[in-house]
């Protein structure tokens, strides 16, 4: 899915009534007008700013225009701050196409980082459970993916020695106990299976010893 077409009728808001102490007027007309112009800067400053910065009316509208650039940083720079305003965008309100278009990229996006440092995929799973405020649907997820055993290990052998060393997840909405979807899953059927059929004892014992 193109998300450049999907969501290239998102209308402009023309003025942005932000923080003029923190964004000079050069920069709110900017987040006003083409999403294309704005600079990378200008775009990960937007998402990662504190909602309260921004008129609620206008926020959602300026979000779903950057969507496309917000999610090309965070593949090129996991960072769950990216991801954190969707709440107060009203992502649950925008259309179905441009949901599932989120969606279907943060998958791609997670499956595609499995290939590299466990640490970015962990980043990545954590910054896309922002879209609900739930882990649990993106640990499932990675139930689905296929081909991808000796990576998910890997993952899953990360995670047990963060969460070993007193590590939690960086979670926005700041749930009471971060770390309880990741040990949940950590110790689930669908992945013991898939570790039993690697053999990876290793890995098997040190979500034993959590």
Same mark, same amino acid.
């Given at each position: 899915m193109d998300l450049g077409q999907v969501f290239a009728g998102v209308p402009r808001v023309g003025r942005v009534d932000g923080c003029a102490y923190c964004y000079p007027q050069s920069d709110l007309d900017l987040l006003g007008g083409d999403p294309a112009l704005v600079p990378d800067e200008l775009v990960g400053a937007f998402a990662r700013e504190v909602t309260d910065h921004w008129p609620r009316e206008q926020y959602g509208l300026v979000w779903r225009g950057l969507a496309p650039r917000i999610l090309g940083l965070l593949e090129s720079s996991p960072d769950a701050l990216l991801l954190r305003?969707?709440?107060?965008?009203?992502?649950?309100?925008?259309? !179905?196409?441009?949901?599932?278009?989120?969606?279907?990229?943060?998958?791609?996006?997670?499956?595609? !980082?499995?290939?590299?440092?466990?640490?970015?995929?962990?980043?990545?799973?954590?910054?896309?459970? @922002?879209?609900? @405020?739930d882990l649990r649907p993106w640990l499932s997820y990675l139930d689905t993916v296929t081909g991808a055993d000796a990576e998910i290990a890997r993952l899953a052998r990360f995670w047990a020695g963060d969460l070993a060393a007193g590590g939690e997840p960086s979670l926005w909405w700041f749930p009471p106990d971060p770390a309880a979807p990741i040990r949940d899953w950590l110790c689930s059927d669908a992945l013991h299976e898939r570790l039993s059929r690697l053999d990876d004892r290793d890995t098997l014992l040190a979500i034993a010893e959590l």
């Open positions: 305003g969707l709440t107060y965008a009203r992502f649950s309100t925008w259309p !179905a196409e441009e949901q599932a278009a989120v969606r279907g990229e943060l998958r791609a996006m997670v499956t595609r !980082a499995l290939a590299g440092p466990p640490l970015a995929v962990a980043g990545l799973v954590c910054a896309a459970a @922002h879209v609900d @405020h």
